[in-house]
């Protein structure tokens, strides 16, 4: 019984990793950036995803919303067989006050994988079986002085058809700040993600995919330009840019993720995304499309950012 258990295991890591280059080891799930405006901006969530999307990417942005309370729910089309699903909500207590906690908010994640073979220690062919991936999550950030700080904690679990990992204990940490260079306002934001215990499967443990993520951003008229580093402990360096064009209810978006255009990957477009965000009074839906790697195929990710209550303060 362990020795096909180890086999389907082995079996689950190796397939969905090359599915979606975010296997079920290690929680790399983690790694997938919930906004869809973010995603098309080249995955810049350091200083792109504010309010109920910043849980996942640099907590101190979770006050920057219009409204007091914001519901935020994603969807992602990864791969054939692969579903990511995120739900987020904060409510915002002020923008600009020191209230120790200005704002606070709670998230849901999940990523599911069906349909894997299932073998057993002499390589005959199972019943198939999936995996299921999940975190929650809770947030806060305040302001210190002129900074933004947030912190996130979470509880990450995992499964492979009908076995359990150990439940993980993780956090973010993040900064922002804004500040004026050459005649324009910029925003900064720095943040320590995913952070925390490893997610362990019999005698194998792998580390969670913490990384260190930069980011600036300024507004040039009608568009707003980002770009930042992301930093892996693993050694992998990303470099992401994005461009944003607002035209009143509707805003246009392109960006590009280097790490998608790393050693190995087949296709001229690799890490390149787009996208394109839809405003209606307090609600705002968003979609991007992007290709990490050639071997991953197109990627679509759709968000919807409802917001409720009086103007933020």
Do not use: C
Not at 43 to 55: C, R, W, Y
Not at 175 to 189: H, V
Not at 260 to 277: I, M, Q
């Amino acid at each position: 019984m362990q020795n096909k258990l180890k086999f389907q295991l082995i079996a689950a890591l190796v397939l969905s990793s090359a599915s979606l280059n975010a296997a079920v080891s290690g929680g790399s799930f983690l790694k997938i950036d919930p906004s869809a405006r973010s995603y098309a901006l080249g995955q810049s969530g350091a200083v792109a995803a504010l309010g109920a999307e910043a849980m996942g990417t640099n907590p101190a942005n979770l006050m920057n919303m219009s409204r007091k309370m914001e519901v935020m729910s994603a969807y992602s089309s990864l791969s054939e067989g692969v579903s990511y699903g995120h739900i987020a909500g904060a409510i915002n207590r002020s923008v600009n006050k020191n209230l120790l906690v200005d704002a606070i908010g709670f998230s849901y994640t999940r990523l599911s994988v069906g349909g894997i073979d299932g073998r057993d220690s002499s390589g005959n062919k199972t019943s198939d079986f999936g995996s299921d991936d999940s975190q929650m999550s809770m947030s806060m950030s305040g302001n210190i002085g002129k900074m933004k700080v947030g912190v996130t904690g979470k509880v990450v679990q995992s499964k492979i058809g009908e076995y359990k990992a150990n439940t993980a204990f993780a956090g973010d940490f993040g900064m922002s700040w804004g500040f004026r260079s050459l005649g324009r306002n910029i925003t900064a934001g720095a943040s320590l993600s995913n952070f925390g215990q490893g997610i362990k499967y019999i005698n194998q443990k792998d580390a969670l995919p913490t990384s260190m993520n930069l980011g600036l951003g300024t507004e040039v008229g009608p568009l707003n330009l980002m770009g930042g580093l992301k930093q892996e402990l693993n050694g992998k360096t990303a470099m992401n840019m994005g461009l944003e064009f607002n035209a009143g209810l509707v805003s246009l978006r392109a960006g590009m993720n280097a790490l998608g255009g790393a050693k190995g990957s087949k296709g001229g477009f690799d890490g390149l995304s787009s996208g394109v965000g839809f405003r209606i009074g307090n609600s705002r839906m968003d979609y991007a499309v992007g290709q990490s790697s050639s071997d991953l195929g197109i990627s679509h990710r759709l968000s919807l950012t409802l917001q409720f209550g009086k103007k933020a303060e």
